[in-house]
């Protein structure tokens, strides 16, 4: 029985399109809360008043332009794949910058600390599953076998 090539890849860019649309998703309910009301989340940054609330609403703002290239990467993974390797590394930097982060603040901020720990254990996931994305969009196994080949 011989496999269909433009089936599997059908197949595989629409696994990857799930996985990216999941984390924007994420990303875009996030960046969306702290546009709305940043109040509800200014506490957990040790941040009050209407600066705090103008500061979180700020990164509601970047969360939000920071999503273009996964709206790319979701319309097609596999044509867009810059835009995805744009996404992964993103999600890579901030995963990175934010462990770095916590290591900088003292333990006395345990709501502060608590925060970080949230946009780690966030970042960690999306960066998994554009991983994922990436590897159904763009790892092919071999789709023959000994002796066939693959015209």
Not at 107 to 120: D, F, G, K, M, Q
């Amino acid at each position: 029985m011989k496999s269909n090539p433009e089936s599997k890849d059908r197949t595989r860019n629409w696994i990857a399109r799930a996985l990216i649309a999941v984390v924007l998703t994420l990303n875009l309910q996030a960046a969306l809360q702290y546009m709305i009301a940043p109040q509800a989340f200014s506490a957990g940054f040790e941040l009050s008043g209407t600066p705090g609330a103008t500061a979180v609403a700020g990164v509601g703002i970047l969360y939000l332009m920071w999503q273009v290239p996964y709206v790319f990467a979701l319309t097609n993974p596999i044509s867009h794949k810059i835009s995805l390797i744009e996404a992964l590394l993103m999600q890579a930097i901030g995963l990175l910058g934010e462990s770095w982060l916590l290591s900088t603040i003292d333990p006395n901020h345990a709501a502060l600390r608590s925060s970080i720990v949230r946009y780690i254990i966030f970042d960690a996931g999306g960066l998994v599953l554009l991983a994922c994305a990436y590897g159904a969009a763009h790892c092919r196994r071999l789709l023959f076998k000994k002796g066939e080949t693959h015209v």
